[in-house]
């Protein structure tokens, strides 16, 4: 038996059988990582094109991380955990300031939270209480996050079905991804009982399957909720902070609020919702007890690496980096396996790339096969068909080159 194995037995003895995936074959229990490689506790090595689902952006063991915890001394302990809604700590307020520096000067006022499914529902609340309205129109295939406050706007029936009595009925319209005016109208009026707060969109879905919408949709989607007096959320949890070659797509819509996360902490936990002045002003002062808070929100040691970070996306200008790698990985896609009678597309703007293929689950057998070639890529969309490729912003080309290369090699 190899350590892997062993690793994973002991800890189906103590955790939830739903929360991690054991393979039959080809076990991997991470043991150290650096940049985009990982090792197992075999000693064996991994190309990692997966980024901790893109929340890595400049890899393992980042320098902004090795920044932070270099810069603690016994002269400056550590601040371990703040207080963050009765007594804030300097990171926070910095992490702060850094995060809206690099938004589009629109959105001035902002709220932090750990995941990005809390991000999304710290924007439904603030959708609710600048428009008073709580109707909500989302896509199919979209995913928002797994909290039960969020949970109806996810669509995956198998995510939801379980906890249907708990759900509340009659709030939530689902369009297809890429709908147009007349679908948008009509869903609207069916929410006229409750009003139209906002429609909810992904830049690109990510966990569909890296599935980008038609050109000027999400403009579209800002006239139409406007026009009927509600808001546009973009859940930017996946795409943004260079993903896309962009911080943020709200730079070329006309959005009202964006949920960011994963790559904004840097790999620890942290994500924000931003949004404009007057409608973040929804939100009562708070006198000591907010209405929405955590005990974790603005952590300082997750705000100092964060911060770090998004200082590091920027200077080192991976937001270029990611767009002109990603044209040269789709390049490459497509003279090793393009001509693949399997490959239905080779889709996604910058380091946010797609392969599906045209037989459903093989994708999900590509990240089992990959595994034994020592590459670490997952699966997307509902059928387990796309393989989903978002590594680390900064991922050397050479590795990356290498990874595809096996992919190659596997199918």
């Known amino acids: 038996m190899t350590l892997n194995q062993d690793f994973l037995d002991r800890l189906k003895i ?5 929360s991690t995936y054991r393979p039959e074959k080809s076990p991997l229990v991470f043991s150290k990582a650096k940049g985009s490689l990982i090792w197992d506790v075999d000693g064996k090595e991994y190309i990692d094109l ?3 689902f893109g929340a890595l952006a400049l890899g393992h063991a980042s320098e902004a991380l090795l920044e932070v915890t270099k810069g603690f001394s016994a002269d400056r302990p550590m601040v371990e955990h703040a207080m963050g809604d009765v007594y804030p700590s300097e990171e926070k307020i910095l992490f702060l300031e850094t995060l809206k520096s690099l938004l589009p000067s629109k959105y001035e006022i902002g709220a932090l939270a750990l995941g990005g499914g809390q991000a999304v529902e710290i924007a439904l609340k603030t959708a609710m209480l600048y428009t008073k309205k709580s109707g909500f129109i989302v896509f199919d295939d979209a995913y928002h996050g797994l909290d039960l406050g969020v949970l109806p706007l996810t669509a995956r ?10 759900l509340i009925d009659g709030h939530v319209e689902r369009l297809p991804y890429g709908a147009g005016n007349d679908q948008l109208l009509s869903a609207i009026k069916k929410l006229s009982h409750c009003g139209l707060a906002a429609i909810v969109a992904e830049p690109i879905q990510g966990r569909a399957g890296v599935r980008p919408p038609p050109k000027g949709w999400l403009s579209m989607l800002a006239d139409v909720a406007h026009a009927a007096g509600g808001l546009l959320i973009l859940d930017e949890v996946f795409t943004g902070f260079g993903r896309l070659g962009k911080i943020s797509t709200a730079e070329d819509v006309d959005a ?3 949920a960011f996360g994963k790559a904004i902490g840097g790999g620890f936990p942290m994500s924000a919702c931003f949004a404009k002045k007057n409608i973040m002003a929804a939100w009562p002062e708070s006198s000591g007890e907010a209405i929405h808070t955590g005990t974790f929100f603005g952590h300082p040691f997750s705000a100092a690496v964060g911060r770090r970070t998004l200082i590091q996306i920027k200077n080192q200008n991976l937001m270029v980096r990611s767009l002109d790698l990603g044209d040269k990985v789709k390049g490459w896609l497509c003279a090793a396996i393009g ?3 399997l490959v239905k597309d080779i889709r996604g703007q910058g380091l946010m790339i797609g392969v599906e293929f045209a037989k459903p689950g093989l994708a999900a057998k590509l990240m089992d096969d990959l595994r034994e070639k020592g590459v670490v890529a997952l699966p997307s969309g509902n059928t387990g068909a796309t393989l989903s490729i978002t590594p680390a ?5 050479d590795l990356l080159k290498q990874g595809i290369e096996r992919l190659a090699q596997c199918l």
């Open 50 to 52: 997966c980024a901790g």
């Open 157 to 166: 029936e198998d995510f939801s079905g379980p906890f249907k009595n708990w």
């Open 339 to 341: 001509h693949h009678p």
């Open 393 to 397: 912003l900064n991922i050397p080309e």
């Open 14 to 18: 103590v955790e939830c059988h739903d």
């Open 256 to 258: 009202d609020i964006s």
